[in-house]
């Protein structure tokens, strides 16, 4: 069973082909990050042109890497949010001139739920990755630029959400705060990282105490507007601050605060498997103190599939194929779909 992917939510295009096996034969990304280093963040019209550029080609070079063509898939999968709605509109848009074309139903998928399958993968053009997939009950803390939620996933269609962000996603706290440092206009947690590494490596003890948000709450919610206040108070009032050292004080914070609810929760629901999907789960201080807290029971992407890509909503869809349909008008992108009504129309 093939399915053709498309994902186009925020400013990659993507088109892969996967199977029922967990199998992601191909995964083909185009990004237009760089057009908006020099502005800071993305450009919803200027992404979305570039995505009617891209679209096309990525699908062409996905089937042939694969060494498949469109007579062979058997569904067809596309991101309907959440998203930039003209994004979201340029993938929906093809998906749906393909099912035209060769006749065949349109699994429509949340762009979070693509990254909490992101764990499920099997094999990766050709890489086996491996032999044991999370069991439910799955706990799943999902970290991006967007999104900071943390939900219970008794199966895949039965998924109860515990708490989320209530103002900054975790990754935006990351860009901002790499901004104040100057490191970075876009896309800052990587540099956040290695500075924070860099001070790490000279085995001193920080002085800076950043606050941990709700770290205290009876509850699974998060907040990272205070501590991104704070690290501005501390450089607006400190004259020789030291970068490394800040990048680590904040990064210590921010990791602390989101396994301190993860683990939290784990406790509470005793799930079978954890795993920590998104943008963020990329960061190595967060995947390191992770394994040290869950082990065994704690799943990872590979970092290729941390970013938005095709690949995971492909895999995802194959978990949804009862919702799967050919009346187009029941395929419409939804920019402020979420994990709280995972399966809004």
Do not use: W
């Amino acid at each position: 069973m093939l399915v053709l992917a498309l994902e186009t939510s925020c400013d990659e295009t993507s088109a892969s082909v996967v199977n029922d096996k967990n199998v992601i034969l191909s995964n083909i990304v185009s990004s237009s990050q760089e057009l908006f280093e020099s502005t800071g963040g993305v450009v919803p019209e200027v992404a979305a042109r570039k995505q009617v550029e891209y679209v096309l080609p990525v699908i062409d070079t996905a089937l042939s890497k694969a060494r498949v063509s469109l007579k062979d898939i058997n569904y067809l999968a596309v991101t309907v949010g959440p998203g930039l709605i003209g994004s979201l509109f340029v993938g929906v848009s093809a998906t749906k001139t393909l099912s035209l074309i060769i006749n065949k139903p349109i699994i429509p998928v949340n762009h979070l739920l693509g990254h909490i399958f992101s764990v499920f993968v099997k094999e990766y053009q050709g890489t086996f990755l491996q032999k044991t997939l999370p069991e439910f009950p799955l706990l799943s803390l999902v970290v991006s630029g967007g999104h900071t939620d943390l939900v219970l996933l008794k199966n895949p269609k039965e998924i109860i959400y515990l708490g989320g962000t209530r103002d900054d996603a975790v990754g935006e706290a990351f860009d901002k705060v790499a901004r104040m440092l100057g490191l970075s206009k876009y896309l800052g947690g990587p540099k956040i990282s290695q500075k924070a590494k860099e001070f790490e490596l000279q085995n001193k003890k920080t002085k800076i105490n950043f606050p941990r948000p709700l770290m205290d709450s009876d509850n699974y919610d998060f907040s990272f507007s205070g501590l991104k206040t704070a690290v501005l108070r501390y450089l607006e009032s400190t004259s020789n601050f030291n970068i490394s050292e800040v990048a680590y004080a904040f990064e210590e914070a921010v990791v602390e605060v989101l396994l301190y609810k993860l683990k939290k929760a784990y406790d509470t629901f005793k799930p079978k498997s954890v795993s920590i999907v998104g943008g963020v789960s990329a960061n190595s201080k967060l995947r390191e103190k992770a394994l040290d807290l869950f082990e065994h029971n704690l799943f990872l992407p590979p970092l290729y599939l941390c970013g938005d890509n095709a690949g995971m909503i492909g895999i995802a869809s194959s978990y949804y194929f009862n919702t799967s349909t050919t009346n187009l008008s029941k395929i419409n992108p939804n920019p402020s779909l979420s994990l709280q009504k995972p399966f809004d129309k």
